[in-house]
């Protein structure tokens, strides 16, 4: 066979250096569709080329050619001994359809691809998507798939997983494509309604109660909590002032002089304010509005430590900012301390409430404005890795326990200072 021109790929439409013949390579690993249009644009035919295979195509000199980077076409001399491919003016046409368009927790669907003119062993590939749906939602099957077309029809099926978590309800949209980049859509859009049955779960999360000369301190013997000068943090929890009792309402903290670690206080005119350390020396902090935070009413609360910035969120609303928390912290001694300030316990103390204490290092969990959890926080929520996580604690019913603490060999439970007490007033 007589090759007449250089290589080109049909990515984009091409009449093939004005070729009457032309020789076709799918170097890829698909099958590809190849559409034939006339100068006028208009579809002349269309027909598949198998992965790996050689075709010859006759056509107008002025038609061109489209399908795929990986098809590869020449201009050929024409040979009385050639077998060209067969082209279907109507082209292969692709119609899905699905067994349930409304599907509880538990419940099933199928998915069917209907074709005409697709060859076997053609690979389709779908993909579900929408917002909120994650993998999680499924307890068989998966996001995207291959599904392989045989006697021109292919199905796949996903089971809704069963949960207790209160999601609300979702909208899944299925879509096929004739490439594995899943760029160029084949066939209609199909969509199915995911029902929540979940029942809404019952917390035994409890909060911790404060009267302004209360403290827990845990007592602290590694270096778990240190971070480098451009590793990212976040310090968060729950709280709620029942009344402003002294200049400051220590929250939580790892500071006394000289052991300047993190330290988040309210200021009795409602000023959220996130000193930041060193581990001995106190260098920043973020500071919000006066009035930010009022008596009587839940708050949550974060500093987010990315690379060398910070931001510091109340119910989700950055309220304050810093470039300057550009210093690593290192310090395996200096306790932590819930509801009080070791500089003053009876001083700074908080009269409130304080849950979901959690300290992150590693990660920046807050990008930007969010909404915050409306469930109990783990060591895994809110996309945290477990590992990651320091410092859990003022869920359970017993005020000096922690859900998860990493200080060495420290005692895991706590002492106190004063009489805080458990509660269940809870934000959620």
Known sequence: MKILSTETNLGSATNISNAPVVRLF??????????????????????????????????????????????????????????????DSAGPTYTHSVSATNVDEGGSFTTTITTTNVDDGTNLYWELSGTNVTSADFSSGALTGTASISSNSATFSHTVDEDTLTEGTEIVTIKVYSDSGRNTQVGNTLTVTLADTSTTPVFNT????????????????????????SESATFECWFKINAYTGSWNALF?????????????????????????????????????????????WYHIAA??????????????SIATTNS???????????????????????????????????????????????????PLTTTSQGAVASAVKFLGSQSSTTTAAIKVLNGNASD????????????????
Request: with cysteine; proline share 2%; charged share 15%.
């Open 26 to 87: 799918n170097s890829g690993d698909d099958n590809i569709l190849v559409t034939r249009k006339d100068y006028n644009t208009s579809i002349k035919g269309s027909f598949m080329v198998m992965s790996g295979d050689v075709v010859y195509c006759e056509k107008y000199f002025t038609d061109t050619l489209e399908g795929s980077a990986d098809v590869k076409a020449t201009k050929v001399a024409y040979s009385s001994m050639m077998s060209f491919v067969g082209q």
């Open 304 to 317: 987010v430590k990315t690379g060398t910035t910070g931001a510091m969120y109340l119910n989700g609303t």
């Open 413 to 428: 439970t706590a002492t106190v200072f004063g009489d805080p007490t458990i509660s269940s007033d809870l934000p959620y």
């Open 325 to 375: 928390w550009n210093q690593g912290h290192s310090n395996s001694t200096r306790d932590i301390v819930l509801g009080g300030n070791a500089d003053s316990y009876t001083g700074y103390g908080l009269d409130g409430y304080l849950t979901d204490v959690r300290f992150t290092v590693g990660q920046a969990l807050y990008s930007g404005n969010f909404t915050p959890n409306t469930s």
């Open 206 to 229: 409890k909060s911790v109660s404060y009267d302004g000369n209360d403290a827990v301190i845990f007592p602290m013997n590694s270096s778990s909590l240190d971070w480098g000068s």
């Open 253 to 297: 903290g790892r500071w006394k002089g000289g052991q300047y670690g993190f330290l988040m206080e309210i200021s009795n005119d409602g000023k959220a304010f996130f000193a930041i350390g060193n581990g001995s020396g106190y260098y920043a902090n973020m500071e919000s509005s006066s009035g930010d935070v009022s008596a009587g009413t």
